[in-house]
């Protein structure tokens, strides 16, 4: 599995395009995910996966305007960071892998 600044690097090094495609795939899993902690009750760690949801196809809809490197090695940093507090970092990978 990569690393948090090996995915932080490959994050960033995508063309928008690549970008938008990783950080879609990650949203559908992370939705898979808050749906089966809402089966389980788990109400908390689905809002945690919806916040995270919100966040991404925020971030979505801004590259489709422009890409913005800064802004972008940001949110690759806070991405890779919820991920790790959330356990959710193989996932994180796992879109990432799936990609290329």
């Known amino acids: 599995m990569l690393d948090a600044e090996a995915i932080v690097a490959r994050v960033s090094a995508m063309p928008a395009s690549q970008r938008i495609g990783f950080m879609a795939r990650y949203a559908?899993?992370?939705?898979i995910r808050a749906r089966a902690h809402f089966v389980d009750g788990d109400y908390e760690a689905a809002r945690?996966?919806?916040e995270s949801i919100h966040m991404l196809t925020g971030h979505i809809s801004a590259l489709s305007r422009g890409p913005d490197a800064a802004r972008d090695l940001s949110?690759?940093?806070?991405l890779v960071d919820?991920?790790?507090q959330r356990s959710w970092t193989v996932t994180l990978a796992g879109c990432l892998e799936g990609g290329e």
């Open 82 to 84: 919820v991920a790790a």
């Open 75 to 78: 949110f690759a940093r806070m």
């Open 48 to 50: 945690h996966c919806n």
């Open 28 to 31: 559908h899993e992370l939705t």
